[in-house]
C-alpha cells in the first residue's frame, strides 16, 4: 500500500501525461512559455482569482510574497506553531520575527483567539511591529479566515494564505488559495495537486503584485527588457515540463480527485471515530485532505498503532514531530511555552493512507488494524 500513490496516478494518466511531456519536448521551450502561462490562467480561473504567478517552489512563493509586502527587520508574522518550518523560515530569511500562534484543537489550525492574544502581546511588548498573518491550510482544509480576516482589518494586518496543503478545498463556495491579500501553494510530487519535481504558485487579484512578483522570480528583470534589472529578485522559475504535467493532473484533480479523497475520508471517519479523534470538517468548510490525520490520546498508544501498521506493510507519517516553537532554528526566539495545543497534538497525531486512488478494501485493511491496535494497547 502507498501513502500517496503516484504510480496508480501515472498508470491511470500515462497516455496524457506522457503526451504533454513529449510535445513539450518538441517545442524546445523549457522555461515559462506558453504551457507556462497558459497553465498559471487556468489556475487562476480555478480558484477565482485574477492572477496565478508560478515559481520554482512554495517556499520561494511564500517569500516572494512577504517581500511584496515589504517585510523586513523589526517586522512581526504570526505563523502556526504547528505546521512545516518553510512557513517560518520565509519569514526569519528577511531577517522579520515569526510569531507563533498556537492552533484550534479540533481543526489543527491556526486559532483566531490565540492569533489576537499574540497580535495584542506583540504590541504590548513593543519590540517588533505586527504586519502579516500567515495561516495555513493544514492538511487540506482551509483555516478561519472569516475571523482571521476580521483580525486582520482590525489590526490593519495584511493576511498571506499558505494553501501549500489546501488547494482544492473551500469554504462555502470559495476556494483555498483565495483568501487573504496573497495566497500561495506548493506543486511538491505529494501535494493535492503535484507535479514530478517542484514548483509553486502565488495567487493575487492585486495587479501591482503580480506585476512586481513577475519581476522578482526572473531576478528582477523588467518585463520588456530581461537585461535591465529594476529590482534585486530571485531566480524562480516554474519549468514548461512540470506545467505540462500539471495541465493534465489538474484536469484530473477537477474531474474526479478532490471528490474521490473526500469519499474516502467518509469511509475513514465512519470506522475510526468512535476510537481515535478524526478530522473535524465543520459546517460550510471542504477539504482537499493533503493527509488524513488522527489523533490520539497518548503517545504511547500513537506509537504503538504506528508500529502496528508498520508490520502489516502501512505506511504512515507524522506531520508534525515537532512544533516550531520547539524547533532549534527558531530557539533564539524564546518562544518555547507559547503552543500547548501543538505540542500536545504533535505528540500524539498520526496520518494515514490518503489519496485518489485508494479501495474501499485498502480503507478497510487500515481501519482493521488501527482498531485491532487500540483495542490491545489498552489492555497491555
Not at 320 to 338: E, R, V
Request: aromatic share 10%.
Amino acid at each position: 500500500m502507498e501513502f500517496r500513490d503516484l504510480k496508480s496516478q501515472y498508470r491511470t494518466l500515462k497516455t496524457e501525461i506522457d503526451n504533454a511531456i513529449s510535445q513539450t519536448l518538441v517545442s524546445g521551450t523549457f522555461i515559462l512559455g506558453n504551457t507556462v502561462t497558459s497553465l498559471e490562467e487556468k489556475l487562476a480561473e480555478y480558484v477565482g482569482v485574477k492572477h496565478c504567478i508560478s515559481c520554482a517552489n512554495a517556499t520561494d512563493a511564500l517569500t516572494m510574497s512577504l517581500m511584496a509586502f515589504g517585510v523586513g527587520e523589526r517586522d512581526a508574522v504570526f505563523v502556526p506553531g504547528f505546521t512545516y518550518i518553510a512557513t517560518a523560515s520565509s519569514v526569519a530569511i528577511l531577517k522579520a520575527t515569526p510569531v507563533f500562534v498556537d492552533i484550534d484543537p479540533t481543526t489543527f489550525n491556526m486559532c483566531p483567539s490565540a492569533l489576537e492574544a499574540a497580535i495584542q502581546g506583540v504590541i504590548n511588548e513593543g519590540k517588533v511591529v505586527p504586519k502579516v498573518i500567515i495561516p495555513v491550510d493544514l492538511y487540506g482544509l482551509p483555516a478561519d479566515y472569516p475571523a482571521i480576516e476580521t483580525i486582520a482589518e482590525k489590526y490593519n494586518l495584511k493576511v498571506l494564505e499558505d494553501g501549500a496543503q489546501g488547494f482544492g478545498g473551500k469554504i462555502g463556495s470559495k476556494r483555498a488559495c483565495s483568501f487573504g491579500d496573497v495566497a500561495v501553494t506548493s506543486f511538491f510530487p505529494a501535494k493535492p495537486l503535484g507535479c514530478y519535481g517542484d514548483g509553486g504558485a502565488v495567487f493575487t487579484n492585486n495587479d501591482n503584485i503580480r506585476d512586481y512578483l513577475k519581476m522578482l522570480r526572473v531576478n528582477g528583470a523588467s518585463p520588456t527588457d530581461k537585461y535591465n534589472n529594476r529590482i534585486v529578485g530571485l531566480n524562480s522559475r516554474l519549468d514548461a515540463i512540470q506545467a505540462a504535467i500539471l495541465h493534465v493532473k489538474l484536469s484530473a484533480f477537477e474531474s474526479y480527485e478532490v471528490e474521490s479523497v473526500n469519499r474516502i475520508a467518509t469511509w475513514y471517519t465512519e470506522r475510526l471515530h468512535h476510537i481515535v479523534q478524526v478530522p473535524e470538517i465543520r459546517q460550510g468548510w471542504y477539504s482537499s485532505y493533503a493527509q488524513y490525520s488522527i489523533r490520539f490520546g497518548d503517545s504511547d498508544k500513537r506509537d504503538y498503532v504506528r508500529n502496528a501498521l508498520s508490520k502489516n506493510n502501512i505506511p504512515s507519517m507524522i506531520y508534525y514531530p515537532i512544533p516550531l516553537n520547539k524547533q532549534h532554528a527558531f530557539s533564539y526566539l524564546n518562544q518555547y511555552s507559547g503552543c500547548p495545543v501543538s505540542e500536545y497534538t504533535s505528540e500524539r497525531i498520526l496520518s494515514i493512507p490518503m489519496h485518489p486512488y485508494l479501495t474501499l478494501k485498502d480503507v478497510e485493511d487500515v481501519c482493521n488494524c488501527i482498531c485491532a491496535a487500540v483495542q490491545h494497547s489498552s489492555v497491555c
